[in-house]
């Protein structure tokens, strides 16, 4: 009796007429498929503590790249200008410093605010703008908030801001011309025009009053007025 399982010697035995056996693999039983997926299982299992230690690894020097950027970029800047964001942190530390110790300090309040408006982040300036004028009413502090919320691009709110300076104090310029400024963006050339001839009578020299002049002539023109 031949054993095998090659079909090529399945067909030469048949023809020799020599009894074959052909040999059959039983399939694996239930309990076998079952133990190897729990021994390959073991095996990944044994490697998790390796692969934790390199996901952590991997993350450790994700974030100290990220440190280090946040670093370089600030020594990357032009010597001029990390001084004065050093300049600028030293005010600001400062400011806060006193105000943490009297919240009605109205000059720090200010200072703090304008230290704001001087690095262009109008928002914090108006923020403490409007802190000060709560303990104080003063029209250079209400100007200045009102030219932050120009730049905002809030002429609405900036225009009744500066319409209440100039209503207290009507000899004050430089409300005057910024109203009339906020009036221009809103379109409304008629109070424009209003707002800076009431400056140029106030100030009726100077490059201010010059440009003052130009835009008043422009304004009419637009307007058909002579």
Do not use: C
């Amino acid at each position: 009796v031949l054993v095998t399982n090659d079909l090529n010697m399945l067909l030469k035995a048949q023809l020799l007429g020599i009894k074959i056996m052909r040999f059959v693999e039983e399939p694996a039983t239930f309990l076998e498929k079952l133990g190897s997926r729990l021994r390959l299982r073991r095996r990944f299992k044994s490697a998790y503590p390796f692969l934790i230690v390199i996901m952590i690894g991997a993350f450790a020097i994700y974030m100290a790249n990220q440190v280090n950027k946040a670093g370089s970029n600030q020594s990357d800047l032009p010597p001029e200008l990390q001084q004065q964001t050093q300049l600028f942190k030293v005010k600001e530390d400062e400011y806060k410093r006193i105000i943490a110790d009297n919240p009605k300090d109205f000059n720090a309040l200010v200072g703090l605010g304008n230290l704001y408006y001087d690095y262009k982040q109008y928002q914090q300036a108006v923020d403490y703008y409007r802190k000060a004028l709560k303990i104080k009413e003063d029209p250079n502090v209400r100007t200045d908030m009102a030219t932050a919320y120009m730049y905002l691009g809030l002429y609405d709110r900036a225009a009744i801001e500066l319409q209440t300076v100039v209503k207290q104090y009507p000899n004050h310029a430089k409300a005057h011309y910024n109203l009339a400024q906020t009036y221009i963006k809103l379109g409304l050339l008629n109070d424009a025009a209003k707002e800076l001839e009431a400056f140029l009578k106030l100030v009726p020299y100077g490059p201010d009053a010059q440009y003052a002049q130009n835009q008043l002539q422009q304004i009419k023109a637009q307007m058909g007025v002579q």
